[in-house]
C-alpha cells in the first residue's frame, strides 16, 4: 500500500514563507514525477509545481519566482518552499505522484496526499 503524508502548512502573514514536505511510502519502485497541486475554496484544484526524479521542474505562472520545487529520490520526499507569499496562494495544498510498486505485480497509478492548508493573512 502506498501512502504519501504531507506537513508544513499553517497559517502566515503576506511575504512570509512555508515549507511543505510530502512523503511517500510503501512497496514503491518509482514515483516519478512528484509535484504539488492546490485547491483555494470554490475554484477547481489546479497545478503548482511539479519535478522529475531527473529534477526536471514545472511551474504556474502564478508561483515562478516565488515557489522552488525539490525532492529527495532516496526517501521518496518531495519539497515546497514557498516564498513571497500572497493572500492568493491560500489553499489546501496536495502532494500527487506517479508511482510504480514493487513485485511482479506492479501497478502503476496516481497517488494523492490528505492535503495541506496554507492561509496566508494579509
Known amino acids: 500500500q502506498v501512502q504519501l503524508v504531507e506537513s508544513g502548512g499553517g497559517l502566515v502573514q503576506a511575504g512570509g514563507s512555508l515549507r511543505l514536505s510530502c512523503a511517500a511510502s510503501?512497496?514503491?519502485?518509482?514515483?516519478?514525477?512528484m509535484g504539488w497541486y492546490r485547491q483555494a475554496p470554490g475554484k477547481q484544484r489546479e497545478l503548482v509545481a511539479t519535478?522529475?526524479?531527473?529534477?526536471?521542474?514545472n511551474y504556474a505562472d502564478s508561483v515562478k519566482g516565488r515557489f522552488t520545487i525539490s525532492r529527495d529520490n532516496r526517501k521518496n520526499t518531495v519539497y515546497l518552499q514557498m516564498n513571497s507569499l500572497k493572500p492568493e496562494d491560500t489553499a489546501v495544498y496536495y502532494c500527487?505522484?506517479?508511482?510504480?510498486?514493487?513485485?511482479?505485480?506492479?501497478?502503476?497509478?496516481?497517488?494523492w496526499g490528505q492535503g495541506t492548508q496554507v492561509t496566508v493573512s494579509s
Open positions: 500527487n505522484a506517479d508511482v510504480s510498486t514493487l513485485g511482479v505485480r506492479s501497478t502503476r497509478r496516481v497517488y
Open positions: 510503501g512497496s514503491i519502485f518509482s514515483a516519478d514525477p
Open positions: 519535478i522529475t526524479s531527473g529534477r526536471t521542474t
